[in-house]
């Protein structure tokens, strides 16, 4: 499932696309070195490009956390944040 989506943009160009995987426990890894590390939820691939902004990061973790992926009553009601999720964004120079 893909989130976050810049419509504004001109035709062709590239856009922030965030690929969102329910996983039972992923790592990142640098040069073999893990840098981050999660039990069960949510694993984000995210595309960014030089002209991204913090607003654009602000949208797709306001979508991300909308997105209806766990059970409660029945499989899909309960949203990202109902469920616990935390946002949390590292940005490099």
Do not use: C, N, Y
């Amino acid at each position: 499932m893909a989130v976050g989506d810049r419509h504004d943009a001109a035709p062709g160009t590239l856009r922030l696309k965030t690929v969102v995987q329910r996983v039972a426990r992923a790592a990142v890894r640098v040069d073999g070195t893990v840098v981050g590390e999660i039990d069960r939820g949510l694993l984000l691939l995210v595309g960014v490009e030089r002209d991204d902004t913090d607003a654009d990061a602000d949208t797709t973790a306001r979508k991300t956390a909308a997105l209806r992926l766990f059970g409660g009553r029945t499989p899909l009601d309960r949203t990202v944040a109902e469920w616990g999720g935390a946002s949390r964004a590292r940005r490099s120079a």
